[in-house]
């Protein structure tokens, strides 16, 4: 009697609170399909039984009326997501082998200290660094450019990217290092050939943090870009005003959150296999 | 493989990722800190020497302070929510559970979406007439509410979309850290015969101690950063019921363009965000680990 209660009770908080996880996107896809009669008289939620399904939320993405073209924003979004992605996730697997493996020692601060700076940089709001980044990259000529968000973005990442990897290293024992360094190779060689290979789990946890964290920023694109390196959050939060028609915001939130949840399917199993939270001690 | 070959290659793996992230760290807090220190406004811009002029005015900024409050209030709030939600769940498809790996991801897939366009879709939820929330909350007789136009219900609402954001974080991370447990204890509480609470309290909570203060440390230094939801939300309001410290910092520096006012605000909000987020971290370790020795 007991087992049975508590696995009834189990599947339904199970189940309620995978409700409350989709409900936003069920709602954005069901106003997706509206025009102006599905909204205004009141929430409907079934498609031709409450109200008549229309393509014109989806058609305004491209340029059509009362909406925003998405595939420039889209676009840019990928090329600055993917560059810092990945230098950030180059510098910081090495950064985070680096100190995983050797000793350190910059004036009194070892290597702790070191792991400290980079994960530290987590802990500083956007806003402490938005206005010099304004004037640094108005100096360099970089303001409204990709280029100019994408060294931005890596300082967003590059912390992420030696949080997640070092403590894949420090799983990795020593002896795998030692043994390929007696075999004749060079400390890199040791890296690449022997110690890359074992932590790929790592490595994609790792990018798809770097990915996530890219992907989803909102205030640095906000207030680094005006027209021509908008990023696609940006492009998508200008339709939120009172005049924008709840169907071409609907589809445009859809399509640029839309990525993400399909990698998350497809990487899931390496997802929970890192032992995130345990690396800071 | 000593000597001067190996330190070469000893700061090859440290120097370019070490000194890059200098290079894009340091100098705009230097430079934010300096600036901080000068009168820099939309009407005199450029760097003077205004003394600690900022930093006395910021001392009688009422609103700078009640937004740090809100603050305080909305990230404890939103991560012990997170927390006590995020492990609840995490143990439910820990194990034998029908569909888990579907559960697990689907679980996850709020933190992969771009909080600040969830935010657009929240807000068409929360339409008092025509969103579907009091609609549905009508149904059961509950409601309505409005939900972003009244200063008890907006801030209710801004932590809802961050419980709804951010729990599959901490789920992540505490979910990593239960498959990541010993069995041998769980042996050892099963011969002594005890039950899923006392294996509970006994056994899986002090051995997730490290996870679970490491995972409340990181969702606290995010959520002490809460501003976008806010701006798409509420945009701080009514009045300045929603208003978080960096909302209001970037009012004043990025709106209104008191820049060197703006930039001593973050430096303290910067500091005071330091201390206050090691002296937490320091009572986690005593609350999770001190108990138990």
Sequence with gaps: MMPKLYGLLKYSVILLWSAFVVAPFLWALTTSFKTANGVTGGPTYIPWLQYEPSLTGWRS??????????????LNSIVVTGS????????????????????????????ADVLFFFISQRIM?????????????QFLGLLDSLLGLILVYIALLLPIAVWVMIDFFNNIPRQIDEMA??????????????????????????????IIFGWNDFFFAFTLTFTDAQLLPVAVVALNSSVTPWW?????????????????????????????????? | MNGSGFRAYKLAFLLPGLLILLAIILFPLIFTIRVSFSSWDAITPGLNNAGGINYAKLFGDVRYWQSLGRLSLMAVGTVLLQYLLGLGLALL???????????????????????????????????????????????????PFQWLTSASTAIVSVMIVEVWQWTPFMFLLLLAGLLSLPREPYLAAAIDGAG??????????PLLAPVSIGALIIRLIEASKIMETVYVLTSGGPGTATETTGYYIYIRGLRDFEIGYASALSITYLVIMIVALTIIAKLLVKVFIGERT
Excluded at chain 1, 185 to 198: D, E, M, Q
Excluded at chain 2, 119 to 132: C, K, N
Excluded at chain 2, 200 to 205: A, E, G, P, R
């Design chain 1, 181 to 210: 360094m007696l075999d004749g190779c060079t400390p890199f060689g040791a890296f690449f050939r022997v110690i890359l290979p074992n932590s790929l789990p790592g490595i994609i946890v790792a990018g798809l943090f770097c």
């Design chain 2, 196 to 205: 899923p609470i006392r294996t509970f309290f006994n056994v899986t909570l």
């Design chain 1, 61 to 74: 993405l491209f340029g059509g009326a009362g909406g925003i073209d998405i595939v420039k924003p889209y």
């Design chain 1, 125 to 137: 709001p956007p806003i402490v660094l938005a206005i010099p980044f304004f004037l640094m990259l």
């Design chain 2, 93 to 143: 498809v820990w194990r034998e559970v029908k569909l888990r790996r579907f559960f697990r991801v689907l679980f996850l897939v709020p933190m992969m979406t771009t909080p600040v366009v969830m935010s657009v879709v929240w807000r068409t939820i929360f339409h008092e007439s025509l969103g579907p929330a009091n609609d549905l909350l009508g149904m059961v007789g509950l409601g």
């Design chain 1, 248 to 281: 071409s915001l609907s589809a445009s939130a859809l399509i640029s959150v839309a990525p993400l949840v399909l990698i998350a399917f497809l990487v899931e199993r390496f997802l929970s296999r890192g032992n995130l939270a345990g690396a800071i001690r």
């Design chain 1, 84 to 111: 810092a992605s990945a230098i950030s996730l180059v510098l910081g697997t090495l950064a985070a082998y680096g100190l995983s493996r050797f000793d350190y020692r910059v004036g009194p601060a070892k290597n």
